[in-house]
């Protein structure tokens, strides 16, 4: 009898062990002792236009690892204090085919979001991003203008600040693949493609490739205000002339 309450000790400290293990951390614990770079992840949050789910998208720098989504239990907190950041396991879906990553969740409570992943030996974090799917929605739009004047160079133009609370502009474009030709951030409503002359933040790693006449792209638009949340987007599929 002794022998099998002891055998029974043994299992249920082996389980407590195993579940201390397991515990996911603070994002402040995480970052304990590390060498930290706050901003260095380039992140926003939108509403889906179909069902309301947050959609959180990232850039991965080329060598990332170990990407992780935070968020707290909900927006009425200290956004600065990383203790109030627990870690969520969601699946991690490639967007663009990979050219950037989302994430995506149930539209429950807003919150506040931090992703961070593994670079260089450090680890590098997103600015906090406010959800707002129940207080401000995304709006999802097909309207901007199209000038392809200059053949092989569209240009860009949709109304400025639409829904208010804009801070800056992410265009994309894509080719009939979804693969992402351009990435680019300007603080003015327009864009020509590829003229960055404008551009005040661009993740495009190579001299995007030239657009071919009569071929089918897709420009993508997200207008983000200051905490990341992605009040307006754009998709418009266009044919190169």
């Known amino acids: ?22 515990v996911i951390l603070t994002l402040s614990e995480y970052i304990q002792g590390r060498t930290t770079e706050m901003g260095a992840v380039i ?11 947050v959609l959180t998208f990232y850039y991965p720098e080329s060598g990332a690892t170990d990407i992780r989504f ?22 991690n879906d490639p967007f663009f085919n990979g050219y950037l990553g989302k994430f995506t969740q149930a539209a429950i409570t807003e919150k506040w979001i931090v992703i961070t992943f593994e670079l260089d030996g450090e680890i590098k974090m997103s600015n906090p991003i406010r959800t707002k799917q129940i207080s401000k929605p995304t709006v999802w739009s097909n309207d901007v203008d199209i000038n392809q004047d200059v053949s092989g160079m569209p240009s860009f133009t949709w109304v400025d600040n639409p829904v208010g609370d804009n801070t800056i502009y992410f265009q994309v474009i894509s080719d009939d693949q979804n693969n992402l030709l351009s990435g680019t951030y300007t603080y003015q409503n327009y864009f020509q493609y590829y003229d960055t002359s404008n551009v005040v933040l661009n993740i495009t790693t190579e001299t995007p490739q030239s657009l071919v006449l009569n071929n089918t792209y897709n420009f993508t638009l997200m207008d983000v205000s ?11 599929t266009f ?3």
Request: proline share 0%; glycine share 2%; charged share 20%.
């Open 226 to 236: 200051e905490d990341n949340w992605v009040n307006f987007v754009i998709n418009k």
């Open 43 to 53: 992140a926003c949050a939108a509403s889906d236009e179909a069902n309301g789910d």
């Open 1 to 22: 009898m002794k022998n099998i309450k002891h055998i029974i000790i043994c299992f249920l400290v082996s389980v407590s062990c195993s579940n201390d293990d397991e």
């Open 239 to 241: 044919t190169s002339q």
């Open 70 to 91: 935070y968020q707290t239990d909900d927006a009425n907190v200290d956004n600065s204090n990383f203790s109030n950041y627990f870690r969520v396991l969601l699946n």
